[in-house]
């Protein structure tokens, strides 16, 4: 079975950066696809972005297209979203999940029948 831990998150200053990890263990980590989510006070939680194992397809959420660059290192079993031009609305508990499997499809965006989920790490964006 795979386990998820996010870390890295923060309070940080509207227009700073920082850089996000959630590390694996358990299970072979590097077959499956993993993505990084997030929700905010009061509202359902969201996706930010999704990488791929075999071609390492990224995918975006437009809210961060241009902003947040996500990446895996295997070898570490630690995959990273790094988060440039922060902005308030970027404040939110940030989750990373993967439905173990190597695909990103339309109910993995929505966040259904992801087997894995992390606890999660909190990003503050002050302005």
């Known amino acids: 079975q795979v386990q998820l831990v996010e870390s890295g998150g923060r309070l940080v200053q509207a227009g700073g950066s920082l850089r996000l990890s959630c590390a694996a263990s358990g299970r072979t980590f590097s077959s499956y696809a993993m993505g990084w989510f997030r929700q905010a006070p009061g509202e359902e939680r969201k996706f930010v972005a999704a990488?791929?194992?075999?071609?390492?397809?990224?995918y975006y959420a437009d809210s961060v297209k241009g902003r947040f660059t996500i990446s895996r290192d295997n070898a570490k079993n630690t995959v990273y979203l790094q988060m440039n031009s922060l902005k308030p609305e970027d404040t939110a508990v940030y989750y990373c999940?993967?439905?173990?499997?190597?695909?990103?499809?339309?109910?993995?965006?929505?966040?259904?029948?992801?087997?894995?989920w992390g606890l999660g790490t909190l990003v503050t964006v002050s302005s």
């Open positions: 999940a993967t439905d173990l499997k190597d695909s990103i499809s339309a109910d993995f965006v929505a966040g259904r029948y992801l087997e894995v």
């Open positions: 990488i791929t194992w075999s071609s390492g397809s990224t």
